[in-house]
């Protein structure tokens, strides 16, 4: 049994660059949530979907970040030209479905330069 | 809307109990969690409760919950320097979509 997992652990890169990120959930969970985290801070809320349909996106926190999960297994989350202010670190979670528990990946750090 | 509170630190000897305390306001939520983050690493699914319990116990876990005052805590029996880590408080709120507190750093001394 494998939790979830995210690819890479840690990320540097310069500002003005597009970085992505890949997470794959618990096998036959349905749902996958996509959070960040700043330091000193919990996670806060940016996505989720259900199977490969992304139900919420609205918390995305500009349009230069986008999730996709094509084939409602993995899911990518792309920020395009980076800032500063992306770093944190941003997490997966998934679930069974509607008002099961998340469980989280181990995260995926952004340091934007 | 939905807002998690929690103390920021808190400070026991191994061997004592420690309780980490938390308040919510989303007065729909059906389940309340408490997560557990060691430096560097993800959120780790401590224990959870139910909205009409009042009560868990896990080994050397306990929850409370308080829903007329929205008041949630974790109990740790027995603590040992394993359990140093920030412990998070969360809800669900109607859209199922977590919230977290910022977080209780707990430091246990030996």
């Known amino acids: 049994d494998t939790g979830v997992s995210q690819d890479p652990r840690h990320k540097i890169t310069k500002r003005g660059q597009n970085v992505t990120f890949r997470c794959d959930p618990i096998?036959?969970?349905?749902?996958l949530y996509w959070y960040r985290q700043t330091l000193g801070q919990g996670p806060e809320f940016l996505t989720y979907?259900?199977?490969?349909?992304?139900?919420?996106k609205s918390r995305l926190l500009s349009d230069r970040f986008s999730a996709e999960r094509p084939k409602g297994s993995f899911s990518t989350l792309e920020i395009q030209r980076t800032e500063q202010g992306d770093s944190a670190m941003y997490l997966c979670?998934?679930?069974?479905?509607?008002?099961?528990?998340?469980?989280f990946g181990s995260g995926t750090q952004l340091s934007v330069l | 809307g939905e807002d998690v509170e929690q103390s920021l630190f808190l400070s026991v000897r191994e061997g004592d109990s420690s309780v980490i305390n938390c308040t919510y306001t989303?007065?729909?939520?059906?389940?309340l969690y408490w997560y557990k983050q060691e430096p560097g690493a993800g959120l780790q699914l401590l224990t959870y409760?139910?909205?009409?319990?009042d009560m868990k116990q896990d080994q050397r876990l306990t929850v409370l919950l308080n829903k007329k005052d929205k008041h949630l805590s974790l109990r740790i029996a027995d603590t040992q320097t394993g359990d140093s880590a920030i412990y998070f408080c969360?809800?669900?709120?109607?859209?199922?979509?977590?919230?977290f507190g910022k977080g209780t750093k707990l430091s246990v001394i030996p």
């Open positions: 409760i139910f909205s009409n319990m």
């Open positions: 096998s036959e969970h349905n749902r």
């Open positions: 969360a809800e669900n709120g109607e859209s199922y979509q977590l919230t």
């Open positions: 979670a998934s679930s069974l479905g509607l008002g099961e528990k998340l469980f």
């Open positions: 989303d007065s729909s939520s059906t389940y």
């Open positions: 979907f259900q199977n490969e349909a992304q139900l919420e």
